[in-house]
């Protein structure tokens, strides 16, 4: 068994911006903006172990059985809940999460109740038949399974009150593969699972309209959202780490055009193909992180970064996604977990960018050039304030949102301090957990 240490880096002096070798951006550090979230707010934790991850590139697809290790994937969960809200085991760990989101969302100071319904989104945007056996990058059999027994073991949440889903229709309908469904249901038959056209197992979206109310009128993503997601006590959003194309960084905010029905619809504005645009500029994807139907109802963000990639194009290509800057050529292996949605992108962003600089999100295509970092932060500091300059509060569903987090740049890629490691009041804190 391995043992529990959990280290929070200090640092007494931090550099004023940082760079990238061969990346012509600068970020500038340790400036927070907005106010973080969460039991200990603006709280990330981070884990690593790169013996969870065993594919080679020659050995099978990256996500089938031996390729991640699931004891220790189980394991790197535990400890990443527990350092989250500063817990010895994981059944307190999730008590506190409900709680803490039941109290701030003035529901009680309690935690979850039988009966309550969770809604947990996956990432499958390469995903379109149920019998896909590529080597695409999307949500893993392992992460599912140990999400959904942190929630029956620990959380005491019945099965068949837990529903896993991606919906979008977009460019194609996504589905739920067997490589996933299978396995999963067989250790949890009482679980629900919904796609865009339903299978066998697997429920059909109910769209439900106006579910979802843009802050800008000019929006044409869509405003259905499905009724078992609008329906939904509380949400888990697992996201993936990785570079886009469009807007050089996608994870738990871009995660929810899966919960979109046509989200194909926004990809060539600004707020979605981002280097197009400028800092300041609408951003849709802070509708998303506060629509009460979506981010609003979140408890817990996590961003999967086993094999974390330049671009969400393809799979883990070796001798392109291994991590040779942060991780001595070795995979990423590594799991991110906040209260606070926009400190755990703030976050995620820092990470990429440092490893893949200039290259973060290029996957080749002529018809998408190398550039996508450029303007990449841009929704995480509205989200952030809460403000847009030109349509005033964001405020999805005519709820204003305030701000959603809390965002700010590390000190640099080598030492990782947050304002909260430096011993300041405001800011992201991160927790280094081993």
């Known amino acids: 068994m391995r043992i529990l240490k959990t280290a929070i ?9 940082f760079k990238v070798e061969s990346q012509k951006l600068e970020f500038v550090s340790n400036q927070p903006i907005g106010e973080g979230k969460g039991i200990y707010p603006g709280r990330v934790t981070w884990t690593r172990d790169p013996d969870v991850c065993k594919w080679t590139g020659n050995n ?33 760990a999730w008590d506190k999460l409900f709680t803490y989101y039941n109290k701030t969302n003035k529901r009680g100071k309690r935690g979850y109740e039988k009966g309550e319904t969770i809604a947990i989104k996956v990432n499958l945007n390469n995903t379109f038949t149920t019998d896909d056996t590529d080597n695409d990058i999307d949500q893993s059999p392992q992460d599912t399974y140990a999400i959904v027994r942190q929630l029956t073991k620990y959380a ?25 469904y299978k396995p999963v249901h067989k250790a949890f038959p009482g679980v629900r699972w919904m796609s865009a056209n339903g299978s066998d197992g697997v429920e059909k979206a109910d769209w439900v309209n106006d579910a979802i109310i843009y802050t800008a009128e000019d929006v044409h993503l869509g405003n259905e959202l499905p009724k078992a997601v609008v329906e939904a006590d509380y949400m888990i959003n697992i996201a993936l780490l990785k570079g886009h194309e469009l807007s050089g960084v996608t994870f738990c905010a871009k995660n929810h055009f899966g919960s979109i029905r046509f989200p194909n619809r926004a990809h060539n504005t600004k707020s979605v193909h981002q280097m197009k645009g400028e800092e300041g500029d609408y951003s849709l994807y802070v509708d998303l992180m506060g629509c009460p139907n979506l981010g609003k109802k979140t408890i817990l963000y996590i961003v999967d970064g ?14 392109r996604d291994k991590w040779n800057k942060l991780f001595n050529g070795e995979w990423s292996a590594s799991y991110f977990m906040s209260q606070d949605p926009v400190a755990i992108e703030s976050v995620c962003t820092d990470f990429l960018f440092a490893e893949f600089g200039e290259e973060l999100g290029f996957s080749g295509s002529p018809a998408f050039p190398k550039g996508a970092s450029k303007n990449c932060d841009n929704y995480l500091k509205e989200a952030a304030k809460g403000y847009n300059e030109k349509y005033g509060p964001y405020r999805p569903n005519n709820v204003p949102t305030g701000s959603l987090g809390v965002f700010e740049h590390w000190n640099n890629p080598v030492d990782k301090k947050y304002s909260r490691n430096l011993g300041k009041k405001e800011g992201i804190e991160l927790i280094i957990v081993e």
């Open 156 to 180: 005491g949440v019945p099965q068949e009150n837990i529903v896993i889903y991606d919906a979008s229709i977009g460019f194609r309908s996504r589905a739920i593969p067997d490589r996933i």
């Open 306 to 319: 086993l094999y974390g990639m330049q671009t969400n194009v393809g799979g883990p290509n070796p001798s």
């Open 60 to 92: 099978g697809r990256w996500w089938e059985n031996g390729n991640i290790d699931q004891e220790i994937l189980n394991e790197m969960y535990s400890r990443s809940l527990c350092s989250l809200t500063g817990s010895k085991k994981p059944s307190a």
């Open 9 to 17: 880096l200090i640092l007494s002096l931090m550099s004023p911006s």
